[in-house]
Each structure stands twice: as structure tokens, then as C-alpha cells.
């Protein structure tokens, strides 16, 4: 029996940013998000810095963003 090299698939997930309604690609197990009843709504890099300029003015810690957040995702890990 021959062994067959199989080939891995990545992914994005298209969507608009709940924050600025432009259409943005994601993992969706990385990016930030924030819950809008119940789920999970992603935002775009550029509102999480608006945000975290924001909560830096009013003393508090911003809010980090993975690395890998606006990166694809491995096909097995969807």
C-alpha cells in the first residue's frame, strides 16, 4: 500500500466588523469580538484601536489582540 501525502487547507472567515460595518477576514477563534446578545460579534483591527485609545485615556489596560487574529486558520481547526 503506497502512502499518499495529503495537503492542508487553511481558512478565513469573512464578515463585517460589528464596530465600522467593513467587511474584514479573521480566525474566528482569535479575533476580538465583543457579545451582542448572546454572540460573539468580531471587530476590526482598526476599532480595537480606537477602543483600546479609548480605555488607555480613561486609565485602564487595552485590551490585547492575538497575533494570529487576522491570520487564517487551519482547515482541522474549524
Not at 474584514?24 to 477563534?29: A, E, K, L, R, T
Request: proline share 10%; with cysteine; aromatic share 6%.
Amino acid at each position: 500500500m503506497e502512502c499518499m501525502e495529503v495537503d492542508m487547507g487553511y481558512a478565513f472567515v469573512h464578515s463585517a466588523c460589528y464596530g465600522c460595518g467593513r467587511l474584514i477576514s479573521y480566525n474566528p477563534h482569535r479575533v476580538p469580538s465583543i457579545r451582542v446578545e448572546g454572540k460573539r460579534e468580531p471587530l476590526c483591527r482598526d476599532c480595537v484601536d480606537k477602543v483600546n485609545k479609548g480605555r488607555i485615556k480613561n486609565g485602564l489596560e487595552p485590551k490585547p489582540v492575538h497575533p494570529d487574529a487576522y491570520s487564517p486558520i487551519p482547515e482541522e481547526e474549524l
